[in-house]
């Protein structure tokens, strides 16, 4: 191994007709921490936190700087379920349809915009009335459990009403209950067993604060970490329940509004800053993801930055925060087709880290350090595929537009292709603008879709994937034009 002008590369020794490069055999050693983008509460420093007897408003006063608490206005939600196409269902307590009681043992089989309402699943028919939505006898949360739908067949059991709207089917019921739904997927029950449930209350306020902030920013929430998993209640667990109606109608407040609450599984001991101010993370002594490292081939680093043969890799820029001078801001790639230069979270993507916070074990040359940016208006960075962030409007004229025409497209073509069980598999990232502000990128297990208003809805899968990324990707090739599904 040599260290050559201060950046990392493996090889024989230079000589006056050949370059030095990275052999096809050799390995880049990568030393990291943390799991996620790091960006405003870590799960498992609020764990630590509790254990250590902070309450949950500590926790949240730690994470959120520059938050106040605040009380939902907007009580009601609209959650997408991407794994429903019709609605026909019953309640053991009766049900509401076009402002009609449904009885007990009667079910309600929607058709557009018209409800019919049979004896039991499947039975006859007794009437039917303009209705796009079947509601509980309540539509209030925390109701009791004989009042929820369920879907006749499966017996999946919804609080709040079911329906369509936008040619989905949707849960349309209380944040409250939206979130008994969400922590238990999100977070980890048992903690409240081992000290840890005040984590579970401070998950709680940040769930219902973050999607109250999506949905402010024109986003559609749906039920899978496209915006925060949701799994109803077959889900809930009775831990979970408890930390949402302690924190009923809890959420912070960020400039008078819903504060974009976004959170990460582990800080790796350092928050990254952004919106709320960075942090050290002293509860996240407990997580398994706190040290960690990773081996990663020249051959995939070249191809995965599109370089060709890798001569050499870099962290430019770092944030100075933490250990190993904190997460990379910048990386900078050369090999034989050239050098790119990325963000420390394209990085991340690129090279399937487990944070942005990694640094290259051999680099002599320290980066330069860049103090990340406080605020409402500071991004978490630049693209970070795999996250949770939407950059806020005054970064991007019209990104709003953008963003909700662009996520719209993206969804109607994941399922065109088949949703989850489709070539793409899920969703491991939200839709998000990319850095040049003209379109709207989203990765999922096995590929990504791209969107512009000139290519439209593109996907890429597999060796499609590979190549177009090895090419250069975005900075060079510009917007898919094609689909590549293998």
């Not at 997408?80 to 026909?88: E, P, Q, Y």
């Not at 349309?172 to 579970?200: F, T």
């Not at 050499?312 to 050369?334: H, M, T």
């Not at 073509?413 to 793409?424: A, E, Q, S």
Request: aromatic fraction near 6%; charged fraction near 15%.
């Amino acid at each position: 191994m040599l260290i050559v002008g201060g950046l990392l590369t493996v090889g024989g020794p230079k000589t006056s007709t050949d370059e030095v490069t990275l052999s096809v055999g050799s390995e880049l050693t990568l030393i990291g921490h943390g799991l996620g983008h790091g960006r405003g509460l870590g799960q498992w420093g609020a764990y630590g936190y509790a254990r250590k007897g902070w309450s949950a408003a500590q926790i949240l006063r730690h994470y959120y700087g520059g938050t106040t608490a605040g009380k939902v206005d907007r009580p009601e939600i609209s959650v997408i379920l991407t794994g429903k196409n019709s609605v026909n269902v019953h309640a053991d307590a009766g049900m509401r349809v076009g402002g009609q009681m449904v009885a007990p043992g009667q079910a309600v089989s929607l058709s557009g915009a018209t409800a019919t309402i049979t004896n039991g699943c499947g039975g006859a028919v007794v009437r039917s009335v303009p209705a796009p939505f079947v509601e509980p006898i309540n539509m209030g949360p925390s109701r009791p459990g004989n009042e929820f739908l369920k879907f006749c067949g499966s017996n999946q059991v919804f609080r709040g009403a079911l329906g369509y709207a936008g040619g989905r089917v949707v849960n349309r019921l209380h944040i409250d209950d939206y979130v008994k739904g969400v922590i238990p997927k999100e977070s980890v029950p048992q903690w409240a067993d081992s000290g840890g449930a005040e984590a579970l209350k401070a998950q709680a306020v940040a769930a219902r604060t973050y999607a109250l902030a999506a949905i402010a920013g024109g986003k559609k929430i749906d039920d899978t970490q496209n915006s925060q998993v949701y799994g109803a209640v077959a889900s809930e667990d009775p831990r979970t329940n408890r930390a949402a109606d302690a924190t009923a109608g809890q959420i912070l407040l960020q400039s008078g509004k819903p504060a974009f609450t976004e959170f990460s599984s582990s800080t790796g001991g350092y928050t990254a800053g952004g919106r709320f101010p960075a942090v050290r993370d002293d509860g996240d002594a407990m997580s398994p993801n706190r040290n960690w490292t990773a081996t990663v081939s020249a051959g995939s680093a070249g191809a995965a930055f599109g370089v060709g043969a890798l001569r050499s890799l870099e962290v430019v820029e770092a944030n100075g925060l933490g250990p190993e001078n904190g997460r990379a801001i910048k990386v900078r790639a050369v090999g034989s087709g050239g050098t790119v230069e990325v963000s420390g979270e394209e990085a991340r993507t690129r090279l399937q880290l487990k944070s942005s916070w990694f640094a290259i074990k051999g680099q002599v040359a320290k980066p330069r350090i860049v103090k990340p940016p406080t605020g409402p208006d500071a991004p978490g960075g630049s693209l970070d595929l795999g996250s949770l962030l939407t950059l806020p409007d005054r970064l991007l004229p019209g990104s709003s537009q953008l963003l909700s025409v662009g996520t719209e497209a993206l969804n109607g073509k994941f399922d065109d292709l088949g949703g989850i069980t489709g070539p793409l598999g899920q969703a491991i990232g939200v839709p998000n603008l990319t850095p040049d502000g003209n379109g709207v990128v989203q990765l999922f297990q096995r590929g990504m879709m791209f969107f512009s208003t000139q290519t439209g809805a593109r996907a890429l899968v597999g060796r499609g994937l590979s190549d177009y990324l090895a090419r250069g990707g975005l900075p060079v090739l510009g917007y898919p034009k094609v689909d590549r599904l293998r």
